[in-house]
Every structure is written in C-alpha cells, then in structure tokens.
C-alpha cells in the first residue's frame, strides 16, 4: 500500500511559481511512475508530468512543457512539481498519483494510488 500527501497548493497571480510536494509513504518505490494531474472546475481531470522514480525520466502535457518541471528527492521519497509562468488556465485541484507499470503515463485509469489533491489557483 502507498500513502500519497500533497502540498504546496495556494494563491498566486499569472506569471508567478509554486512548487507542489507530493511525499509517499509505504511499500518501496524502486519501480514506481509518479504523475501529476489537475482538475478544474467544470472539466474532467486531466494529465500535467509524470515522472519514471529510477532514471528520473520525465513526462509533460503540452500546455505545460517548459514551464512545469517535474523532480523527485529519493532519500525523501518526495516528488515536487516546480510550476513557472503560471496563468489563470492553470487554476485546478492538483493531484499526485503513482502507479507500478511504466508505461501510458498519461492515462489516469493506469494509476494505483492518488493523493487528496491541492488547490492552486493563478488570478489574472
């Protein structure tokens, strides 16, 4: 079993950063694919960065590609979600998610485990 606990959400006006913190708890996280997705109102949730935790290879959505990063502190088992050049578009509960299969990052339904999700919300 896996605990997922984000944190790092608040306000901020379109051009600011957050960093989102997702700290995991539980079974060893050798083979695991954590993710990031974000839901805002009105719309279905929807996929933001994966990261693969051995390698570190990492995944982005379009709208979010040069702006978010996505990195992970082993010794922590901590992942954060560095968020630049924020817009109002961005505004959504973010969750943190992982999973065991490498593959399909970008699918929620391949995801085990999901935190409770943090607000961000970028005014204009």
Request: with cysteine.
């Amino acid at each position: 079993q896996v605990q997922l606990v984000e944190s790092g959400g608040g306000s901020v006006q379109a051009g600011g950063s957050l960093r989102l913190s997702c700290a995991a708890s539980g079974r060893t996280f050798g083979s695991y694919v954590m993710g990031w997705f974000r839901q805002a109102p009105g719309k279905e949730r929807e996929f933001v960065a994966a990261i693969v935790w051995s390698g570190g290879s990492t995944y982005y959505a379009d709208s979010v590609k040069g702006r978010f990063t996505f990195s992970r502190d082993n010794a922590k088992k901590t992942v954060y979600l560095q968020m630049n050049s924020l817009k109002p578009e961005d505004t959504a509960v973010y969750y943190c998610a992982a999973k065991y299969v490498d593959l399909m990052h970008s699918r929620e339904s391949t995801y085990n485990y999901w935190g409770q999700g943090t607000q961000v919300t970028v005014s204009s």
